[in-house]
């Protein structure tokens, strides 16, 4: 989760042009004046959304609000005690998980230029580590149209840690993202500030996959092409769902197991007190409270069973991640390889409980079904 974090919020639709040429079987593609000219960047070439874009994906049904995702493409970032280095911004998206070594994410209402750095550019700018950066300033340098470069300073608000799926740029502010891009767009045309490379567009985030499947393809109608969080990182999701799945079938075989070996524990148990019971039925307690007697028996093995199973599975998981971080995950600070969320442990907890529970019913019915007589004189 921390690391499909650092991805995109999961209530979002990325929106671009939809960037289709044509192919080499179906030739090209007929031009649409309807559509934002290309826009350049080095080799890459791609359409650009407009303001008349902007307005038709807003009043798409099911669109609640709607965010233009301006960029700017910096020289530099650097300190007064540093060398001059490569970045690469991205803008801050309001519910974008950051998984942070140091500092805080980025406030949502902030009106401040600020960033969150990559763990990985703190020793290069001269700080001695991710705490003492934080509060710290940097300062970003961008050529204008006229290549001369201008400097725009930031508070550095936290350092993220190295992430599998992230690109490993700075996550900057609105405000600095729009301070940056107006020194690269100076002088030039409104018609040209009011570009977009794409959109990010809010849906309602207790919606099914079949209503946001129906958004996007109102959007794609319109001649968009929207993206979510799971069609971005694609194989990469379906790759942890299966390891999830088969460790799922694997703990769903180990309870299985528990479950036989319940019975037999408690189907010896009353086997082994069946004069006791017949002693119990002869004073006078009843086939209920037998049963809640033997039921409770199987909860309780349950219970302590998981809550030492727990215990045993922390401790190992938690030798098993400290030899991990010091081996194939030593270039990810902060990634665990196994995690012990305390509601999946109660989840856990619970179902073992049930599962003895159910477990017990046949060993409980058997002894309050015994006939004191008979029981008595069981040899």
């Known amino acids: 989760d921390k690391q499909l974090g650092n991805v995109g919020a999961d209530d979002v639709l990325i929106v671009q042009q939809q960037q289709d040429t044509g192919s080499a079987n179906d030739g090209p593609a007929e031009y649409n004046p309807d559509q934002a000219a290309s826009s350049s960047i080095g080799d890459f070439s791609f359409k650009v959304l407009t303001e008349k874009d902007l307005n038709k994906i807003e009043s798409t049904k099911g669109i609640e609000s709607i965010e233009p995702q301006i960029s700017a493409t910096p020289e530099y970032i650097t300190t007064s005690e540093s060398k001059k280095y490569a970045v690469s911004p ?80 700075a996550i900057v502010s609105q405000a600095l993202m729009e301070s940056l891009r107006d020194i690269q767009m100076e002088g030039l045309p409104t018609s040209a500030k009011e570009q977009y490379a794409a959109v990010v567009a809010r849906f309602n985030a207790e919606a099914d996959q079949s209503t946001v499947d129906a958004i996007k393809e109102r959007l794609e109608d319109k001649g968009y092409q929207a993206l979510t969080i799971e069609d971005q990182i694609g194989i990469i999701k379906d790759v942890i769902g299966a390891i999830t ?76 991640n400290k030899i991990a971080s010091n081996s194939i995950l030593k270039d990810l600070p902060g990634f665990d390889l196994l995690a012990f969320p305390v509601m999946s442990l109660l989840t856990i907890l619970l179902i073992i409980m049930t599962v003895a529970f159910i477990a017990g019913t046949l060993p409980a019915r058997r002894a309050a079904k015994q006939n004191p007589i008979d029981a008595l004189r069981y040899e």
């Not at 409270?289 to 349950?302: M, N, Q, R, V």
Request: without cysteine; hydrophobic residues 50%.
């Open 90 to 169: 991205s803008l801050f998206i309001e519910g974008l998980t950051v998984d942070l070594a140091a500092g805080k994410t980025i406030s949502e209402t902030s009106n401040r230029r600020e960033v969150i750095l990559p763990v990985s550019y703190v020793d290069s700018l001269g700080f001695s580590n991710a705490e003492a950066a934080i509060g710290q300033s940097v300062t970003f340098g961008i050529k204008s149209p006229i290549d001369d470069i201008k400097e725009v300073t930031a508070v550095i608000t936290g350092v993220q840690q190295t992430t599998l799926l992230g690109g490993g740029g």
């Open 245 to 320: 799945t088969v460790l799922n079938v694997f703990a769903g075989i180990a309870l299985l197991a528990a479950s036989f070996g319940i019975v037999n524990t408690l189907l010896m148990a009353v086997q082994e007190r069946t004069k006791e019971i017949g002693l119990m039925k002869a004073m006078g307690m009843s086939g209920a409270k037998i049963f809640l007697l033997f039921s409770t028996e199987a909860i309780l093995l349950g219970f302590w069973g998981s809550l030492l199973g727990i215990l045993a599975g922390i401790g190992i998981g938690q030798v098993a």
